[in-house]
Each structure stands twice: as C-alpha cells, then as structure tokens.
C-alpha cells in the first residue's frame, strides 16, 4: 500500500445470524478485506491516482454513546457567532495542517468519497461488485456517521467542547446562494475549484437546472418559487413510504447490483453537488463529482443540511418511519475517531441524534405549507390511450411521452394512506462518469416543459464518479404519483401520460411501469 487514507466505511452486514429470519433477507454483506485496497481511478492502464487506500490497523474498537450525555445545537450558517466562525476556520485550518498521513487529516477525510465512491473496495466475495454508500438505503446513516466524526475530530483540534458544524439550508430562499463564510479567498474554508458564477455573487442555486445549463429567463422570485416546489416535491409528495426516501436497499443476492436512490438524495442532494462544482474541470470537480467532492470544505454544510432533512421527514409526519429491517439496523461502518482510533459503528446507533449529542437549530421550512400539487395552478389535462406506442429499451434522445394504463383508479382515501402509487423508471442505463439528468412529468402541457412546475413530477441526476468503471449496474428511479394526480384532478383517469425529457447525457431507459409501494416495507 503506497499511501495511507483515511477513513474506512464499511457496510458491512453482520453475519449469518441473522440470514433466514423474518421477511425475505438478502444474502449478508460482509466487511470488506481492509488489507485489499485496490488501485483506483485508472484512465485505460494508467493509474491517476491511488490515494484513498487507508491504513490497515488491525485494532478496531466498538462505538461508545460519550457519557454524561449532552446535546449541541448545530446553528444554520447564517445564524453562527463571529467567535463560531473563527472557530470553525481555525479547527478546518489546523486539520488541513495535521500531516497528510494522519487519518484525521481534511486530506484524509476527504478520500472517503474517494474510496467509496471508486472500486477501491469490494464486498467480500464478490471482487466485482464494488462497495457503494451512495444510491441506496446506506446514504443518511454513512453520512451522518461521518460528519460525526469530522465533528468530534475539529472539536478536539481546538479543544472546545462545545464547537458544532453549522448546516447550509439551501431549502430557505435566505440561504439559497453560496454562504459567504465559504466564499473569503485564503480562508480555510474556501475551495477554488468551485463554480465561479456563484463566487462573490448573489447568484440563486436552481434546483431545476444543473450548473452549465443554458438557463430559461427566471426571475429570482421564480427561481425561488420553483425551488420550494422541489422541495416539497422530494419531502412530501415523493416520499410517502420509507422506501422512496431512504432508496432502495443494499443488498447483493441480485444478478447484478440495483442502484435505487432515495428522493431527497437525487433531487436536490445531487443538483446542490453540481451547482458548486467548477465548471471549467473535466467532472465539476470538487464538489460536481463524488471523488473530489469532501475536498471541499462546503461539502459538510451541505450534508449537516441533509442530515437536517432527514430528522425534518420524520417529523412532518409521524407516519414516516426509518427502515426497521435487520440489513439495514446491523450494517456497520469503520471511522477513524478523533484520537486515530480505528471505530466500528452501527446504523442503529445513529437513529436518533438526541443520543449522539446534537440536535439542529430550528429554522422555518418554507416550503411545508405550499399546497400539494406544488403547482401554481390546477391543470387538469387528460391522458389518452391513443398515444404511440413506445418501445423499451428506449434511448432517450428527445422528450418521449408515454401513455401508461393504471392497475387502479379512484383509490380511497384509506388505500392512499397505506400504499403509494408510484411510476418506476427501471433498468436506467448511463454512464457514471457522466453528468446526466431527465425530468418526469404527468399529463404535460406542450407549454415550456423546461420551466413547467404544474405537471412537474421530479428530476432524475447523476453526479459523477471520479473514474470508475461501473460495469452492468443499473438504476431504478421511482416517483411518486398520489398527490400529484390529486392535484391535476387525475386520480380518476385509466389512462396517464408519463413524459421523459432528457436534459444532460447519455441515458438508456428498459422500462416504465405502475406499482404500489408499502409506507414501510420494502
Ligand atoms: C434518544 O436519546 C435520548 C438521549 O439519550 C433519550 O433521552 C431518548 O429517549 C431517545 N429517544 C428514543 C426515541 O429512543
Ligand atoms: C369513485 O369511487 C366512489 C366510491 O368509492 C364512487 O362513489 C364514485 O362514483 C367513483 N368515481 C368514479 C369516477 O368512478
């Protein structure tokens, strides 16, 4: 091994105890070889960079709630004290300073995306399935684990007990440019590589077009507005069941891994990602790609947001519920600690926040009260079922409109409750190295179908790997139908018409079909 990383994540699944009981279990993930780093990030035979393999310490120490217990409030950005500031530059400029081989360091930290994010680990027994935290239900808990840990490692390097990491609440109109604390050249909180349109500006991050868009005339009131509707979009209207909001599970008793993200990882996790990345690197890098993303120090307030919004899901409806199934309960990650100690954790440990000692500040949500249909205004147009036919696989090339027999129509309301109507967009082929995005409508108008909200269902993005060869993975994207045909005044329809637009990328589709999710069960 030539260089040592940083962090080790792992899912791993713990072991067979488990395989047999209950519901359908998929076949356990084991740890992967921490002795196995492979070398990642190859263009053809060369070798770019080998970077994140971190080191093998062979002592490894189970996670301990900190006793007496305490709770620290992590403040939005805007809201922090000119001492937080310093503090948080002065803990971000000492970590930078630790040596590059100590796992604590920022450059040691920032390889985690790295090395999951390229093949440098596989699941064990299965050399050609590289290990993933993206994409899946393994996104929220990987990452609020590893915020944890860079935390705890700033506090200790000022030694300030109390110090928090802010959060970037980008789903407020007041926060939705670049925070200007990350935006002071020679602070250690500031990235060069970062798109410069949004530098020392007041330019609006826009949820619905990723960064080098050419973007449609909107005014910042409308930019805001749409943005709100993706918001309520992703946490409300597509996120009615566990399944939609966490993605898919982690399993690999497939024929072959199934990428399924949950809503608010896709839409705007993946757009916030693309919009601060460089428009003038190869990928977006920093943060426009996966492997350099944790390069940037923005990248933590950006995920302590999402971390937010998770807490914020299960709280808007005390229906909404985290996955209670084993797989999911008893995966476990690796952290490197605050002292350098090598610390295996569990997802079940990081449920609730209260217990890992910080809550959020409270700050309004905008976008809870917007009505259902997240539309400005009710478009009742009608599917019809003399449409053509499209054939699948579909190479999505132009906007394709799809009409689509429902299994079910005129549901009760007691039926909406306990199962969600979804549309699910399957075997989704494209290339991981690539930005790719495509918008999903219902019963559109042929009215500007860039800028549309009414019809407007959800985006589906990818945010780049750094240099990977994913090889025969493909995605599921699910979308969320109740509320919306409510909302057109649709739900009694046989027929709708689902259209595909195509805004970035290669992007091959081999299916579109109806189907009832569960609210909880997978
Ligand atoms: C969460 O943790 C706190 C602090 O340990 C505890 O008081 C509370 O009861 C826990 N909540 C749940 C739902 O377990
Ligand atoms: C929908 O169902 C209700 C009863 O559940 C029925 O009264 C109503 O006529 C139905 N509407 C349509 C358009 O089928």
Request: proline share 6%; with cysteine; aromatic share 10%.
């Amino acid at each position: 091994m030539t260089r040592r990383g940083f962090i080790i994540a792992i899912a791993s699944f713990i072991a067979s105890i488990f395989r047999g009981v209950g519901k359908s279990m998929g076949a356990l993930i084991e740890s992967p070889d921490l002795a196995v780093c492979k070398k990642i990030h190859t263009q053809g035979e060369v070798v770019i960079e080998t970077t994140c393999c971190p080191p093998n310490r062979k002592k490894i120490v189970d996670f301990v709630f900190e006793t007496p217990s305490r709770i620290r409030v992590r403040p939005a950005v805007q809201h922090m004290t000119v001492e937080h500031i310093e503090k948080y530059k002065e803990a971000t400029r000492r970590m930078k300073a630790l040596d590059k081989d100590d796992p604590r360091s920022f450059a040691q930290q920032a390889n985690v995306h790295y090395a999951y994010c390229d093949d440098a680990y596989s699941e064990m027994g299965l050399p050609q399935m590289p290990l993933e935290v993206h994409k899946s239900w393994l996104f929220f808990p990987f990452h609020r684990w590893y915020l944890y840990f860079h935390e705890k490692i700033l506090r200790s390097l000022i030694e300030d007990d109390d110090f928090v990491l802010p959060f970037w609440n980008y789903d407020d109109p007041s926060s939705m440019t670049l925070p200007s604390i990350f935006d002071e050249i020679n602070s250690p909180l500031y990235d060069q590589l970062r798109n410069q349109d949004l530098c020392g500006s007041t330019k609006l991050i826009n949820f619905r077009s990723y960064r080098d868009d050419p973007q449609p005339q909107l005014t910042d009131t409308e930019i805001i507005q749409n943005n709100l509707r993706v918001m309520r979009l992703q946490m409300v209207t597509n996120s009615k069941t566990t399944q939609q909001f966490f993605g898919g599970k982690y399993i690999v008793d497939r024929p072959r891994p199934n990428h399924t993200p949950g809503s608010l990882e896709m839409f705007p996790h993946n757009i916030v990602h693309s919009w601060v990345g460089s428009k003038s690197t190869p990928k977006g890098e920093d943060m426009g790609s996966f492997h350099t993303a944790a390069r940037d120090p923005i990248f933590y307030v950006h995920h302590t947001n999402i971390d937010r919004l998770w807490g914020v899901w299960k709280d808007i409806n005390c229906k909404n519920k985290d996955p209670d199934e084993l797989e999911f309960l008893e995966a476990s990650f690796l952290f490197y600690d605050e002292k350098a100690q090598l610390t295996r954790v569990t997802i079940k440990d990081c449920l609730n926040t209260s217990a890992l000692g910080y809550r959020y500040d409270n700050v309004p949500i905008p976008w809870l009260d917007l009505d259902k249909t997240c539309a400005p205004t009710f478009i009742n147009r009608r599917g019809s079922n003399n449409l053509r036919k499209v054939i699948f696989p579909l190479v999505l090339k132009s906007m394709e409109s799809i009409t689509i027999r429902r299994r079910m129509n005129n549901r009760s309301e007691v039926e909406k409750e306990s199962r969600e109507e979804v549309a699910i967009i399957d075997d989704i082929e494209l290339d991981y190295e690539e930005s790719v995005m495509f918008d999903v409508y219902i019963n559109p108008s042929d009215a500007d179908i860039r800028t549309d909200m009414s019809n407007f269902c959800s985006s589906f993005m990818n945010v780049p790997n750094g240099g990977r060869s994913i090889i025969d993975v493909k995605t599921r994207f699910v979308v969320g139908l109740t509320d919306l045909l409510d909302g057109i005044q649709a739900d009694n329809d046989e027929y709708i018409v689902i259209t595909l637009v195509p805004r970035k990328g290669n992007i091959k589709i081999g299916g579109l079909f109806i189907d009832f999710l569960d609210r909880h069960n997978f």
